[in-house]
């Protein structure tokens, strides 16, 4: 079971940031990947439908003997993740506790700005699971819907972009926050224009990495750490497979990815 | 017959621009409307995936009894049309020729900027069809996938829409393009701002108004316009339901879009 692949899936090649991080944590784990690109986004859908695409998602990793199953989508594990770790026996792990227990690793984080997509936000996940671990927290959570089309556009610095970054960010760097959370595994390519756009003490917090360090835990306690010794194996399986499709997954992996495959649910 | 519905299909809530027209000019017509909301966008997958979807789509207004079918998507039309003509025996209109017909309808148009989403642009549907029918035309499109979530956005004067506008039109603009086809059913929300922002001389040409007059047309031909006198009655099914597509429903209809079903292909 150690040696079995760990499972991946979001609704589309985002969830390939937790991958790339994944990779750099645990270099000798096997993925099986799986991106939901024919059904994606999922994060303008209502939570029925997400729960319902997650459930298919997560039958074809287990199909595949995945010791464990991470959810690399916010959206998908905001709506979804309760009901997807009731129903199956192996571990699943999303990426909204890593998320609030990286804010929460500075004593001093008072005032936290989230973005992330419609369905994210709505769903309260990272409100609620940082207003119960800590007292007094101020929380400014905004839909950004745009930022996961223009990052597919790879329009990172494009004034389309700037702009949408002064309508999302101004009303709560107005209000003084002191930790901006990607809460969507798009964001974390919109790092370095962030370093830029964010007043100097503001601390940028990502999902995609801190997830990582969240599974290489989570294997441990768990004895599920693979003891092989070669580099591992990455599968890629996405439900359309166009040029696009190709190209973002280049570019969310900071590599080729290899040859991917086309898959039905 | 001629009193059974129309059918008209889009992957999303894009197609309801066609409806609103459909309506002005047909008010007597009883529709059927499917977006598949849980798999939007189409524009983009790849040719198969919307190929296989849009034949789900026609298989579910046909089993609703209409009379005629509309691909009220550009992207769908470029893909799938052919193979939606040739399988189904009800007479199934697109958005193409409609569009190309109206542009060809001034004898001068000449230079062509044609804007689309990016599987609408590489499937060359729309410049293949223009080519055909006017020799010595020069033909500028472009893929302009940020416009549709602008639109849903409701960014319609918004910097970051003017910023995307001047970059997927200035490049045309700078060759003399004299017309201008939206060549997406998202795009007529977005006439006001391109009046603004298009030279004196452009012509727009938009496709959801052009293909109501087609659907006049084809009826009137075929012997199959309503004989009532009522006014018709509009039934929506969308594969997905929210706030949100309610409310882009409502704008993109430019009324109450009455009650919505939720249904599964």
């Not at 997650?54 to 993740?81: I, M, P, Q």
Request: hydrophobic residues 40%; aromatic residues 4%.
């Amino acid at each position: 079971m150690r040696n079995a692949p760990l499972g991946i899936f979001d609704s589309g090649v985002g969830g390939l940031t937790v991958v790339r991080a994944v990779q750099q944590l645990l270099p000798s784990e096997d993925i099986v990947y799986l991106g939901d690109t024919a059904r994606v986004p999922y994060g303008s859908k209502s939570p029925e439908t997400i729960r319902q695409f997650s459930h298919e998602d997560v039958r074809f990793l287990l199909d595949r003997g995945v010791k464990t199953v991470v959810v690399a989508c916010n959206t998908a594990t905001a709506h979804a993740l309760p009901s997807l770790q009731e129903r199956y026996q192996v571990p699943i792990i999303g990426v909204i506790e890593p998320g609030v227990e990286a804010v929460l690793a500075d004593p001093g984080a008072q005032r936290i700005g989230i973005i992330a997509t419609r369905g994210t936000v709505r769903s309260h996940a990272y409100q609620h699971a940082l207003a119960l671990r800590r007292t007094g927290l101020i929380l400014h959570a905004t839909p950004a819907p745009l930022l996961v089309p223009l990052v597919e556009e790879d329009w990172l610095d494009h004034p389309s972009t700037l702009a949408a970054l002064h309508t999302y960010l101004d009303p709560m760097l107005d209000r003084g926050i002191d930790t901006l959370l990607l809460a969507c595994t798009h964001y974390p390519l919109l790092i370095p224009v962030l370093r830029h756009f964010l007043p100097e003490g503001v601390r940028l917090v990502d999902s995609a990495t801190t997830c990582a360090e969240h599974v290489k835990n989570d294997l441990t306690k768990l004895d599920l750490l693979s003891e092989k010794a070669d580099p591992g194996k990455l599968e890629i399986h996405l439900t359309d497979l166009s040029d696009q499709f190709e190209d973002l997954s280049r570019r969310f992996l900071a590599r080729s990815p290899g040859r991917i495959m086309r898959v039905s649910l």
